[in-house]
């Protein structure tokens, strides 16, 4: 069966790097450097209903990311979670938070509007991301 991505996903994030479980999206937000890891698996909406396996590649995946993201950007703390509240489909966002940033010391979601990014402006930021993502998979 081929792999559905939710519509609001779709239409919040753009594509960035496919990793073997998941894939790697860039959310449209061009106040924080915002990714979430999508594992590819239909009907999942918590992490515990993944086998053993795909948990690990999960876990592998989402260090993998935060380990690129704190490379490229260096923040001053990442917060990595698996909310859902709203768009039920699995996903883990990975969110490099600045002391600077318009949100910090307090979480982001739900606290002010997504500024989108203009168009094409994302580009730049994705091809980094996915070359640091490049660079971590290739160690």
Known sequence: MKFE?????????FFVYKLPLSQVRLINDRQFIWCVLIPEINNITEIIE??????????????????????????????????GNIVSQLH????????????????????QPMVGYEENKHGMLSEKI???LKEQQSL
């Open 92 to 111: 883990v966002h990975h969110l490099c938070r600045f002391k600077v940033d318009i949100a910090w010391p307090a979480p982001v979601w739900g606290r």
């Open 130 to 132: 996915s070359k640091l």
């Open 50 to 83: 993944l086998n053993e396996a795909q948990q690990a590649a999960l876990w592998q995946e989402s260090a993998m990311l935060s380990r690129a993201l704190q490379k490229g950007f260096y923040p001053d703390k990442l917060n990595v979670a698996a909310i």
């Open 5 to 13: 991505l939710d519509q609001r996903l779709q239409n919040d994030s």
